[in-house]
Protein backbone atom coordinates (compact mmCIF):
# COMPACT_ATOMS: atom_id res chain seq x y z
CA UNK A 1 0.00 0.00 0.00
CA UNK A 2 2.87 2.52 0.85
CA UNK A 3 4.48 1.76 -2.60
CA UNK A 4 1.15 2.55 -4.17
CA UNK A 5 0.82 6.30 -2.50
CA UNK A 6 4.57 6.91 -2.83
CA UNK A 7 4.12 5.98 -6.82
CA UNK A 8 0.88 8.27 -6.94
CA UNK A 9 2.75 11.14 -5.37
CA UNK A 10 5.71 11.15 -7.64
CA UNK A 11 2.78 10.87 -10.40
CA UNK A 12 0.73 13.74 -8.78
CA UNK A 13 4.12 16.24 -8.29
CA UNK A 14 5.04 15.72 -11.92
CA UNK A 15 1.42 16.45 -13.02
CA UNK A 16 1.42 19.39 -10.89
CA UNK A 17 5.14 20.58 -11.84
CA UNK A 18 4.64 20.28 -16.14
CA UNK A 19 1.41 22.18 -15.37
CA UNK A 20 3.19 24.78 -13.34
CA UNK A 21 5.58 24.65 -16.41
CA UNK A 22 3.63 25.22 -18.80
CA UNK A 23 1.79 28.46 -17.17
CA UNK A 24 5.01 30.13 -16.36
CA UNK A 25 6.80 29.22 -19.79
CA UNK A 26 3.57 30.34 -21.77
CA UNK A 27 3.01 33.57 -20.01
CA UNK A 28 6.73 34.35 -20.37
CA UNK A 29 6.31 33.61 -24.14
CA UNK A 30 3.29 35.41 -24.39
CA UNK A 31 4.99 38.57 -22.80
CA UNK A 32 8.03 38.63 -24.61
CA UNK A 33 6.30 38.18 -28.34
CA UNK A 34 3.58 41.22 -26.95
CA UNK A 35 6.59 43.24 -25.66
CA UNK A 36 7.70 43.45 -29.23
CA UNK A 37 5.39 43.80 -30.90
CA UNK A 38 3.90 47.05 -29.41
CA UNK A 39 3.18 49.92 -31.88
CA UNK A 40 3.32 53.77 -30.95
CA UNK A 41 -0.30 54.99 -30.93
CA UNK A 42 -0.92 58.88 -31.31
CA UNK A 43 -4.66 58.28 -28.89
CA UNK A 44 -2.11 56.88 -26.31
CA UNK A 45 -1.27 58.60 -23.21
CA UNK A 46 1.77 60.01 -22.85
CA UNK A 47 3.22 57.69 -20.59
CA UNK A 48 2.33 54.41 -22.56
CA UNK A 49 5.11 53.37 -24.70
CA UNK A 50 3.30 51.43 -27.05
CA UNK A 51 0.10 49.32 -28.04
CA UNK A 52 -1.00 45.93 -29.58
CA UNK A 53 -4.30 44.82 -30.90
CA UNK A 54 -5.28 40.90 -29.63
CA UNK A 55 -7.65 38.75 -31.03
CA UNK A 56 -8.18 35.66 -28.77
CA UNK A 57 -10.73 33.43 -27.53
CA UNK A 58 -14.06 35.42 -29.39
CA UNK A 59 -12.71 39.06 -28.08
CA UNK A 60 -10.71 42.19 -28.58
CA UNK A 61 -8.08 42.86 -26.62
CA UNK A 62 -5.79 46.54 -26.71
CA UNK A 63 -3.04 45.95 -24.50
CA UNK A 64 -1.07 49.31 -23.91
CA UNK A 65 2.55 49.35 -22.36
CA UNK A 66 3.20 52.27 -19.98
CA UNK A 67 7.33 51.69 -19.45
CA UNK A 68 7.91 53.25 -15.94
CA UNK A 69 4.01 53.50 -14.99
CA UNK A 70 0.67 55.22 -16.00
CA UNK A 71 0.46 58.55 -14.14
CA UNK A 72 -2.11 57.22 -11.49
CA UNK A 73 -1.22 53.75 -10.30
CA UNK A 74 -4.21 51.39 -10.63
CA UNK A 75 -6.01 50.05 -7.24
CA UNK A 76 -5.31 46.32 -8.39
CA UNK A 77 -2.54 45.42 -9.67
CA UNK A 78 -1.65 41.39 -11.59
CA UNK A 79 1.39 39.63 -10.71
CA UNK A 80 3.27 36.74 -12.20
CA UNK A 81 5.13 35.53 -10.30
CA UNK A 82 3.36 32.24 -8.86
CA UNK A 83 4.12 30.45 -12.09
CA UNK A 84 7.90 30.34 -11.67
CA UNK A 85 7.85 29.91 -7.69
CA UNK A 86 5.04 27.05 -8.22
CA UNK A 87 7.29 25.78 -10.90
CA UNK A 88 10.33 25.32 -8.72
CA UNK A 89 8.47 24.51 -5.65
CA UNK A 90 7.16 21.23 -7.39
CA UNK A 91 10.24 20.74 -9.15
CA UNK A 92 12.04 20.37 -5.93
CA UNK A 93 9.49 17.90 -4.24
CA UNK A 94 9.79 15.85 -7.35
CA UNK A 95 13.59 15.92 -7.19
CA UNK A 96 13.18 14.82 -3.82
CA UNK A 97 10.76 12.05 -4.15
CA UNK A 98 12.77 10.69 -7.01
CA UNK A 99 16.30 11.35 -6.96
CA UNK A 100 16.76 12.17 -3.23
CA UNK A 101 15.21 9.61 -2.09
CA UNK A 102 16.78 6.83 -4.22
CA UNK A 103 20.26 8.59 -4.11
CA UNK A 104 21.86 5.47 -5.51
CA UNK A 105 19.82 4.66 -8.10
CA UNK A 106 19.91 8.42 -9.15
CA UNK A 107 22.64 10.26 -8.12
CA UNK A 108 25.15 8.32 -6.88
CA UNK A 109 28.57 6.25 -9.27
CA UNK A 110 30.60 4.92 -6.59
CA UNK A 111 33.55 5.03 -9.52
CA UNK A 112 32.97 8.77 -9.63
CA UNK A 113 32.97 9.42 -6.61
CA UNK A 114 32.48 7.59 -3.26
CA UNK A 115 29.77 9.37 -1.43
CA UNK A 116 26.89 8.40 0.81
CA UNK A 117 23.23 9.29 0.64
CA UNK A 118 23.14 12.34 2.67
CA UNK A 119 26.43 13.61 0.63
CA UNK A 120 25.20 13.92 -2.49
CA UNK A 121 22.43 15.29 -1.11
CA UNK A 122 24.06 18.06 0.56
CA UNK A 123 26.23 18.28 -2.60
CA UNK A 124 23.34 18.69 -4.79
CA UNK A 125 22.36 21.36 -2.83
CA UNK A 126 25.36 22.72 -2.16
CA UNK A 127 25.91 23.05 -6.16
CA UNK A 128 22.17 24.49 -6.52
CA UNK A 129 23.06 27.03 -4.28
CA UNK A 130 27.01 28.15 -5.52
CA UNK A 131 25.12 27.74 -9.18
CA UNK A 132 23.11 30.51 -8.21
CA UNK A 133 25.38 32.66 -6.20
CA UNK A 134 28.16 32.73 -9.19
CA UNK A 135 25.72 33.29 -11.72
CA UNK A 136 24.15 36.30 -9.65
CA UNK A 137 27.72 37.67 -8.99
CA UNK A 138 28.61 38.00 -12.55
CA UNK A 139 25.17 39.75 -13.76
CA UNK A 140 26.42 42.33 -10.80
CA UNK A 141 29.89 42.09 -11.92
CA UNK A 142 31.61 44.98 -14.21
CA UNK A 143 31.22 42.11 -17.41
CA UNK A 144 27.19 42.69 -16.57
CA UNK A 145 27.46 46.15 -18.47
CA UNK A 146 27.27 44.68 -22.07
CA UNK A 147 24.88 41.87 -22.54
CA UNK A 148 26.96 39.95 -24.56
CA UNK A 149 30.20 39.65 -22.75
CA UNK A 150 27.79 38.08 -20.20
CA UNK A 151 25.93 35.54 -21.89
CA UNK A 152 29.27 34.07 -23.24
CA UNK A 153 30.81 34.30 -19.21
CA UNK A 154 27.20 33.00 -18.52
CA UNK A 155 27.53 29.95 -20.96
CA UNK A 156 31.66 29.29 -20.05
CA UNK A 157 30.62 29.32 -16.55
CA UNK A 158 27.35 27.01 -16.96
CA UNK A 159 29.44 24.49 -19.21
CA UNK A 160 32.58 24.27 -16.34
CA UNK A 161 29.62 23.98 -13.73
CA UNK A 162 28.41 20.89 -15.44
CA UNK A 163 31.65 19.37 -16.40
CA UNK A 164 32.37 19.61 -12.24
CA UNK A 165 28.66 17.93 -11.77
CA UNK A 166 29.83 14.77 -13.83
CA UNK A 167 33.02 14.93 -11.85
CA UNK A 168 30.23 14.38 -8.65
CA UNK A 169 27.27 12.31 -9.64
CA UNK A 170 26.39 9.93 -11.86
CA UNK A 171 25.46 10.66 -15.81
CA UNK A 172 21.92 10.78 -14.33
CA UNK A 173 22.62 12.73 -11.41
CA UNK A 174 24.90 15.09 -13.06
CA UNK A 175 22.48 15.64 -16.17
CA UNK A 176 19.27 16.39 -14.20
CA UNK A 177 21.64 18.72 -11.57
CA UNK A 178 22.35 20.88 -14.16
CA UNK A 179 18.55 21.22 -15.02
CA UNK A 180 17.31 22.10 -11.45
CA UNK A 181 20.48 24.19 -11.03
CA UNK A 182 19.60 26.28 -14.01
CA UNK A 183 15.96 26.40 -13.10
CA UNK A 184 16.59 27.99 -9.93
CA UNK A 185 18.44 30.75 -11.51
CA UNK A 186 15.74 31.31 -13.55
CA UNK A 187 13.07 31.13 -10.39
CA UNK A 188 15.68 33.42 -8.44
CA UNK A 189 16.19 35.71 -10.68
CA UNK A 190 12.08 36.34 -10.42
CA UNK A 191 11.99 36.23 -7.04
CA UNK A 192 15.07 37.82 -6.01
CA UNK A 193 15.94 40.35 -8.61
CA UNK A 194 12.75 41.07 -10.94
CA UNK A 195 9.70 41.26 -8.25
CA UNK A 196 11.59 42.77 -5.21
CA UNK A 197 12.93 46.06 -8.41
CA UNK A 198 9.32 45.93 -9.14
CA UNK A 199 7.83 46.61 -5.84
CA UNK A 200 9.94 49.15 -5.21
CA UNK A 201 9.10 51.06 -7.96
CA UNK A 202 5.70 50.24 -7.74
CA UNK A 203 6.14 51.72 -3.94
CA UNK A 204 8.40 54.99 -5.12
CA UNK A 205 5.80 56.25 -7.88
CA UNK A 206 2.63 54.97 -4.80
CA UNK A 207 5.09 57.85 -2.54
CA UNK A 208 5.00 60.36 -5.78
CA UNK A 209 9.05 59.89 -5.94
CA UNK A 210 10.78 58.87 -9.28
CA UNK A 211 11.73 55.36 -9.30
CA UNK A 212 15.46 54.06 -9.86
CA UNK A 213 15.99 53.17 -13.20
CA UNK A 214 18.43 50.63 -12.18
CA UNK A 215 15.55 48.20 -11.50
CA UNK A 216 13.76 48.08 -14.39
CA UNK A 217 17.55 47.54 -16.31
CA UNK A 218 18.44 45.10 -14.01
CA UNK A 219 15.33 43.25 -13.98
CA UNK A 220 15.22 43.61 -17.97
CA UNK A 221 18.48 41.83 -18.51
CA UNK A 222 17.46 39.04 -15.86
CA UNK A 223 14.06 38.70 -18.05
CA UNK A 224 15.85 37.97 -21.08
CA UNK A 225 18.23 35.55 -19.65
CA UNK A 226 15.18 33.53 -18.23
CA UNK A 227 14.10 34.06 -22.04
CA UNK A 228 16.95 32.52 -23.26
CA UNK A 229 17.31 29.43 -21.18
CA UNK A 230 13.72 28.28 -20.95
CA UNK A 231 14.17 26.07 -24.23
CA UNK A 232 17.75 24.33 -22.58
CA UNK A 233 15.98 23.88 -19.43
CA UNK A 234 13.17 21.75 -21.11
CA UNK A 235 15.46 19.89 -22.86
CA UNK A 236 17.78 18.70 -19.87
CA UNK A 237 13.80 17.38 -18.15
CA UNK A 238 13.41 15.43 -21.74
CA UNK A 239 16.90 14.61 -22.23
CA UNK A 240 16.72 12.31 -18.95
CA UNK A 241 14.64 10.26 -20.55
CA UNK A 242 17.21 9.42 -23.45
CA UNK A 243 20.47 7.15 -22.45
CA UNK A 244 22.42 8.59 -25.10
CA UNK A 245 21.87 12.04 -24.15
CA UNK A 246 22.62 11.70 -20.70
CA UNK A 247 24.78 9.17 -20.00
CA UNK A 248 27.65 9.31 -22.59
CA UNK A 249 30.84 10.83 -22.08
CA UNK A 250 30.45 14.57 -23.45
CA UNK A 251 26.45 14.72 -22.58
CA UNK A 252 28.09 17.84 -20.46
CA UNK A 253 29.52 19.54 -23.45
CA UNK A 254 25.87 18.50 -25.42
CA UNK A 255 24.16 20.93 -22.95
CA UNK A 256 26.67 23.56 -23.77
CA UNK A 257 25.70 23.34 -27.18
CA UNK A 258 22.18 22.89 -26.13
CA UNK A 259 22.50 26.45 -24.72
CA UNK A 260 23.06 27.67 -27.86
CA UNK A 261 21.27 25.95 -29.89
CA UNK A 262 18.04 26.96 -27.42
CA UNK A 263 19.56 30.81 -27.54
CA UNK A 264 19.81 30.68 -31.54
CA UNK A 265 16.03 30.17 -31.30
CA UNK A 266 14.86 32.02 -29.26
CA UNK A 267 16.50 34.61 -31.18
CA UNK A 268 14.90 33.61 -34.18
CA UNK A 269 11.72 33.99 -32.73
CA UNK A 270 12.44 37.43 -30.89
CA UNK A 271 13.52 38.93 -33.72
CA UNK A 272 10.42 37.70 -35.82
CA UNK A 273 7.97 38.77 -33.14
CA UNK A 274 9.76 42.53 -33.11
CA UNK A 275 7.94 42.24 -37.16
CA UNK A 276 12.24 42.49 -38.48
CA UNK A 277 13.76 40.35 -40.87
CA UNK A 278 13.48 36.82 -39.79
CA UNK A 279 17.06 35.80 -39.26
CA UNK A 280 17.09 31.97 -41.04
CA UNK A 281 20.49 31.46 -40.68
CA UNK A 282 19.94 30.51 -36.75
CA UNK A 283 17.91 27.52 -37.96
CA UNK A 284 20.73 25.86 -40.24
CA UNK A 285 23.41 26.92 -37.24
CA UNK A 286 20.86 25.27 -35.03
CA UNK A 287 21.02 22.52 -36.81
CA UNK A 288 24.54 22.04 -37.31
CA UNK A 289 25.03 22.15 -33.76
CA UNK A 290 22.65 19.07 -33.62
CA UNK A 291 24.60 17.09 -35.77
CA UNK A 292 27.53 17.88 -33.28
CA UNK A 293 25.72 17.04 -30.06
CA UNK A 294 24.65 13.49 -32.26
CA UNK A 295 28.07 13.07 -33.32
CA UNK A 296 29.11 13.96 -29.72
CA UNK A 297 26.72 11.01 -28.34
CA UNK A 298 27.91 8.46 -30.56
CA UNK A 299 31.90 8.95 -30.07
CA UNK A 300 30.85 9.26 -26.46
CA UNK A 301 29.57 6.05 -25.55
CA UNK A 302 31.16 3.45 -24.30
CA UNK A 303 30.97 0.83 -27.35
CA UNK A 304 32.54 2.75 -30.17
CA UNK A 305 35.00 1.45 -33.17
CA UNK A 306 37.56 0.68 -30.44
CA UNK A 307 35.06 -2.74 -29.66
CA UNK A 308 35.02 -4.17 -32.94
CA UNK A 309 33.88 -7.65 -31.80
CA UNK A 310 32.68 -8.75 -34.61
CA UNK A 311 36.12 -9.23 -36.26
CA UNK A 312 36.76 -12.32 -33.01
CA UNK A 313 35.50 -15.34 -34.07
CA UNK A 314 32.80 -15.88 -31.93
CA UNK A 315 29.77 -17.88 -33.13
CA UNK A 316 26.20 -16.43 -33.27
CA UNK A 317 24.77 -18.54 -31.02
CA UNK A 318 27.91 -18.01 -28.26
CA UNK A 319 27.35 -14.28 -28.51
CA UNK A 320 23.39 -14.80 -27.85
CA UNK A 321 23.90 -16.73 -25.14
CA UNK A 322 26.47 -14.90 -23.06
CA UNK A 323 24.41 -11.68 -23.89
CA UNK A 324 21.53 -13.53 -22.49
CA UNK A 325 23.19 -14.91 -19.31
CA UNK A 326 25.07 -11.38 -18.55
CA UNK A 327 21.46 -9.56 -18.90
CA UNK A 328 19.88 -11.84 -15.95
CA UNK A 329 22.78 -12.13 -13.86
CA UNK A 330 23.77 -7.92 -14.25
CA UNK A 331 20.25 -6.65 -14.35
CA UNK A 332 17.35 -9.11 -12.76
CA UNK A 333 18.30 -8.35 -9.16
CA UNK A 334 16.13 -5.16 -10.24
CA UNK A 335 14.39 -6.09 -12.95
CA UNK A 336 12.26 -9.21 -11.96
CA UNK A 337 8.70 -9.88 -10.80
CA UNK A 338 10.06 -9.62 -7.07
CA UNK A 339 13.16 -7.65 -7.26
CA UNK A 340 15.78 -8.52 -4.74
CA UNK A 341 17.35 -4.93 -4.91
CA UNK A 342 16.68 -3.53 -1.50
CA UNK A 343 13.55 -0.97 -1.20
CA UNK A 344 12.65 -2.13 -4.68
CA UNK A 345 8.80 -3.32 -5.10
CA UNK A 346 8.34 -3.48 -8.54
CA UNK A 347 10.32 -3.91 -11.57
CA UNK A 348 11.05 -0.78 -12.17
CA UNK A 349 9.89 1.00 -15.52
CA UNK A 350 7.53 -2.38 -15.80
CA UNK A 351 10.92 -4.16 -17.27
CA UNK A 352 11.64 -7.65 -16.44
CA UNK A 353 14.73 -9.80 -17.25
CA UNK A 354 14.66 -12.57 -16.50
CA UNK A 355 14.18 -14.51 -19.33
CA UNK A 356 15.03 -15.16 -22.47
CA UNK A 357 12.42 -14.49 -23.74
CA UNK A 358 11.91 -11.39 -22.03
CA UNK A 359 15.70 -10.46 -23.00
CA UNK A 360 14.61 -10.74 -26.82
CA UNK A 361 11.85 -8.45 -26.17
CA UNK A 362 13.41 -5.78 -24.74
CA UNK A 363 17.00 -6.33 -27.12
CA UNK A 364 16.53 -2.85 -28.38
CA UNK A 365 15.81 -0.71 -25.40
CA UNK A 366 19.03 -2.80 -23.82
CA UNK A 367 20.96 -1.80 -26.77
CA UNK A 368 20.35 1.90 -25.63
CA UNK A 369 20.72 1.35 -21.86
CA UNK A 370 23.86 -0.68 -21.74
CA UNK A 371 25.74 -0.73 -24.87
CA UNK A 372 25.39 2.77 -26.49
CA UNK A 373 25.17 4.66 -22.86
CA UNK A 374 26.52 3.97 -19.40
CA UNK A 375 22.65 4.78 -18.29
CA UNK A 376 22.09 0.90 -16.98
CA UNK A 377 22.79 -0.26 -14.28
CA UNK A 378 22.20 2.95 -12.36
CA UNK A 379 25.43 4.23 -11.67
CA UNK A 380 27.26 1.22 -12.71
CA UNK A 381 26.10 -0.04 -9.15
CA UNK A 382 26.27 -3.36 -10.33
CA UNK A 383 29.18 -3.15 -12.43
CA UNK A 384 29.04 -3.77 -16.16
CA UNK A 385 32.44 -2.86 -18.11
CA UNK A 386 32.44 -1.69 -21.47
CA UNK A 387 33.94 -4.60 -23.19
CA UNK A 388 30.47 -6.58 -21.80
CA UNK A 389 28.82 -3.64 -23.01
CA UNK A 390 30.89 -4.02 -26.51
CA UNK A 391 29.56 -7.84 -26.23
CA UNK A 392 25.77 -6.57 -25.73
CA UNK A 393 26.04 -4.01 -29.13
CA UNK A 394 27.56 -6.98 -30.72
CA UNK A 395 24.31 -9.44 -29.56
CA UNK A 396 22.03 -6.39 -30.80
CA UNK A 397 23.64 -5.48 -34.23
CA UNK A 398 23.35 -9.60 -35.05
CA UNK A 399 19.70 -9.68 -34.03
CA UNK A 400 19.10 -7.13 -36.05
CA UNK A 401 21.02 -8.35 -39.00
CA UNK A 402 18.62 -11.60 -39.09
C1 LIG B 1 20.02 -1.46 -9.19
C2 LIG B 1 18.83 -1.64 -9.94
C3 LIG B 1 18.92 -1.76 -11.44
C4 LIG B 1 19.73 -2.59 -12.18
C5 LIG B 1 20.79 -3.55 -11.68
C6 LIG B 1 19.38 -2.38 -13.55
N1 LIG B 1 18.38 -1.46 -13.65
FE1 LIG B 1 17.41 -0.89 -15.34
N2 LIG B 1 16.28 0.42 -14.26
C7 LIG B 1 16.42 0.67 -12.93
C8 LIG B 1 15.61 1.82 -12.57
C9 LIG B 1 15.49 2.43 -11.19
C10 LIG B 1 14.97 2.25 -13.76
C11 LIG B 1 14.00 3.39 -13.92
C12 LIG B 1 14.76 4.61 -14.38
C13 LIG B 1 13.86 5.81 -14.51
O1 LIG B 1 13.24 6.21 -13.54
O2 LIG B 1 13.84 6.36 -15.62
C14 LIG B 1 15.39 1.32 -14.79
C15 LIG B 1 14.95 1.38 -16.11
C16 LIG B 1 15.37 0.52 -17.11
C17 LIG B 1 14.81 0.48 -18.44
C18 LIG B 1 13.65 1.31 -18.94
C19 LIG B 1 14.11 2.68 -19.31
C20 LIG B 1 12.96 3.59 -19.65
O3 LIG B 1 13.17 4.81 -19.53
O4 LIG B 1 11.90 3.12 -20.05
C21 LIG B 1 15.53 -0.46 -19.14
C22 LIG B 1 15.32 -0.87 -20.58
C23 LIG B 1 16.53 -0.98 -18.25
N3 LIG B 1 16.40 -0.37 -17.03
C24 LIG B 1 17.46 -1.93 -18.62
C25 LIG B 1 18.42 -2.44 -17.74
C26 LIG B 1 19.47 -3.35 -18.15
C27 LIG B 1 19.68 -3.86 -19.56
C28 LIG B 1 20.18 -3.64 -17.03
C29 LIG B 1 21.38 -4.53 -16.91
C30 LIG B 1 22.47 -4.29 -17.79
C31 LIG B 1 19.57 -2.92 -15.92
N4 LIG B 1 18.52 -2.18 -16.41
C32 LIG B 1 19.99 -3.01 -14.62
C33 LIG B 1 17.17 -0.07 -12.03
C34 LIG B 1 18.08 -1.02 -12.38
Keep these: MFDYFWLWSEMIVRWVHV????AWIGSS???????????????????ANGQAWQVHGGGFYNM???LVAPSKMPDELTWFKWEAYST?????????????????????????????QG???????????????????????????NDLILALSGLIFLIILSYI??????????????GISIGTMMVANVAMVIIPGQKKVVKALKAGEEPNPIYGARGKQRSLHNNYLTLPVIFVMLGVHYPIIFATEYSWLILGL????????????????????????????????????????????????????????????????????????RCSACHAKEPVWDGLAFAPKGVYLETEAQILKMANEIYWQSAASWAMPPGNIIWLDDEERALLSEWHKKLKDN
Design 119 to 145: QAVLLSLGGILVGWVVYDGLCRSPLGR
Design 64 to 66: VKY
Design 19 to 22: IAGV
Design 165 to 178: YTQIFSHRGAFMQM
Design 258 to 329: ILIIGALIRHFFNTKHKGLPAPYWTWLAASFLVVCCISLSYVGGPTNEDYEISNLNISKDEVHNSAVELVIE
Design 29 to 47: FYFIALDLSLKPGKELPKE
Design 88 to 116: WISGMALMSLVYYGSTSLYMIDLEVLDIT
